[in-house]
């Protein structure tokens, strides 16, 4: 089997296994544990956090030690493990299930989950370049798994469905147990391929010790600076000492190459100084892109606004639909709901994302989803237990609030990307520039023009693309949906859910309203000067 085959198949059983933990884990722990929605509501925030600190933390750690199909196979056992532990306590324990220990199993769950999908993902990016493969057409098996099992999970998690052969089973167990066949399939298959694994994550780690980075690059032109200096010097001093002995020049030239050797000996060994302070300048390339393209901090700022209203929808949703429809029906709707979202938005909005946004702008494409986040929770505000299953109409919205929105966050991380990397040249460019005049005589004789023409740098760099992409999902993922996550429990805990929709869609429509009214304003600007650049 090829291992573009096994990360399909892997997919599949990852995102259907764990559609039964994340759509069911805050049903289960109000159904078995004496808890408040505000309590709910710390917890939900305080996860997104800890993903977004652990994350990094273990892919670090295997870029370090080469170590990432263990870090992939470690997470899924770690998943079992931590999610599986619910099966026991809800038939030992049911009806007195500590909060406390759920905290720790909701903890350790999410953070091997948030790590899975993140190695998973960055693994086969590396395999679908090396296998001249679709990135996207590995990861939609993931949506497809999603899709088909919530469906099937949401019928045997229904007490009362007639499709249900576990009626005596606790509630929400036998969606839990599919977890954990599943992701035992999953182990199996990664520990059976784990050699074709282990290949496709070493020809990573090779193309990362053979990919120049920017300071190497520079470093090279000043070599190649020294060298064309050098040259035309000694043609110089061949012209002028026509008279001297060949002897006394062979000593100049002797003196000229120590003084080289000795500027690039020392060029060497302060390069891991260097590295050092270049990855505190991180966040001052990050600053310096803020202050040359403000409206970076924009689509930051839209980045948390969607965080708060997704962690909604994430979090809240099935309490919202158990609500509506009761624990027993409530499961079946849920199921349905998540497969409306899958088949019939999110997979074809994220086939189709790109020709959208071709049409109407990136910039647009965010103020779109903020007027549709405001839309699909207003009309969350009409439905009751006798209209409840009208809501999956509403669902396919989903495809523009996360699909659209997801795939446009990712263009505008490359582009501010691209940006950011133009700023960081210039400035190591003009460093390395005074670093040459001061080692090389006569150095003043090429000016920081002519020394940027001597570098070859790639066109539209997007190297500190991770880094752009980092700040923008981790506003996102990590503060958008903790912030979401705690306001939620507190609005649920005093308001219940009409309150909630209601705040929440008046809170997207100022923000959209507002946004409108800034490209507005700046359309009007350009307009009527036209030299104004771009931000």
């Known amino acids: 089997m090829k291992i573009v085959n096994v990360f399909q198949i892997h997919y599949f059983l990852y995102w259907g296994s764990i559609s039964g933990v994340l759509n069911y884990s805050i049903l289960f722990i109000t159904n078995y544990g004496s808890v408040t929605q505000k309590e709910t509501g710390i917890l939900y925030g305080i996860l997104p956090l800890a993903i977004m600190f652990a994350k990094p933390f273990f892919c670090s750690l295997s870029d370090k030690y080469a170590i990432h199909e263990w870090v992939l196979i470690g997470s899924i056992v770690g998943q079992i493990f931590s999610y599986g532990v619910m099966v026991p306590l809800a038939f030992v324990v049911e ?10 199993i909701m903890l350790f769950g999410n953070i091997f989950t948030g790590v899975l999908t993140s190695m998973t993902d960055s693994v086969v990016m590396k395999i679908a370049d090396t296998e001249k493969s679709n990135f996207g057409q590995m990861r939609v098996w993931g949506t497809i798994g999603w899709g088909l099992i919530s469906l099937l999970i949401g019928q045997i998690n229904d007490k009362k469905s007639s499709l249900n052969p576990f009626r005596n089973w606790p509630i929400y167990t036998p969606g839990l147990v599919l977890f954990i066949v599943m992701q035992v399939m999953d182990l199996i298959l990664m520990l059976s391929h784990k050699n074709k694994l282990r290949a496709a994550c070493k020809s990573l780690e090779m193309e990362q010790k053979h990919r120049l980075t920017l300071e190497e690059t520079i470093e ?12 035309l010097e000694d043609q110089l001093e061949r012209n002028k000492m026509n008279s001297q002995s060949i002897s006394n020049y062979s000593n100049d030239q002797m003196v000229e190459s120590k003084k080289f050797d000795e500027h690039h000996l020392s060029t060497k060994e302060s390069k891991v100084t260097e590295k050092k302070e270049n990855k505190k300048q991180i966040t001052k390339f990050v600053f310096l892109t803020c202050c040359s393209h403000p409206m970076l901090m924009k689509y930051v700022f839209i980045c948390i606004v969607v965080g708060v209203c997704t962690a909604l929808n994430w979090n809240y949703f099935s309490l919202f639909l158990d609500e509506l429809k009761g624990k027993e029906k409530g499961s079946t709707l849920i199921g349905y709901a998540a497969s409306v979202q899958c088949f019939a938005s999110e997979m074809p909005f994220m086939y189709f994302s790109g020709y959208f946004i071709d049409k109407i702008g990136s910039k647009a494409s965010f103020n779109i989803v903020l007027f549709v986040f405001a839309l699909r929770y207003f009309l969350y505000t009409f439905f009751t237990t006798q209209t409840a299953t009208y809501i999956l109409f509403v669902e396919l ?9 997801y795939y446009t966050m990712n263009i505008l991380s490359r582009e501010y990307s691209k940006k950011m990397c133009r700023i960081e040249s210039n400035y190591l460019i003009e460093q390395a520039f005074k670093r040459r005049d001061q080692s090389v005589e006569g150095g003043q004789s090429m000016t920081l023009e002519d020394f940027k023409k001597t570098i070859n740098l790639p066109e539209d760099d997007d190297s500190t693309f991770s880094t752009m992409q980092g700040i923008m999902s981790g506003s996102f993922e990590g503060l958008g949906v903790a912030l979401g996550s705690f306001l939620g429990g507190l609005v649920i805990a005093k308001h219940g859910f009409k309150f909630l929709w209601y705040c929440f869609s008046a809170i997207a429509f100022i923000i959209f309203a507002l946004d409108l009214l800034l490209m507005f304003i700046i359309y009007l600007r350009h307009k009527f000067s036209p030299s104004n650049k771009s931000t």
């Open 220 to 231: 090279q032109s000043i070599c190649r600076s020294a060298n064309v200096h050098h040259s």
């Open 397 to 405: 919205t989903h495809g523009i609030t996360f699909g659209l929105f």
């Open 95 to 104: 009806q007195n299930i500590v909060w406390y220990v759920f905290c720790v």
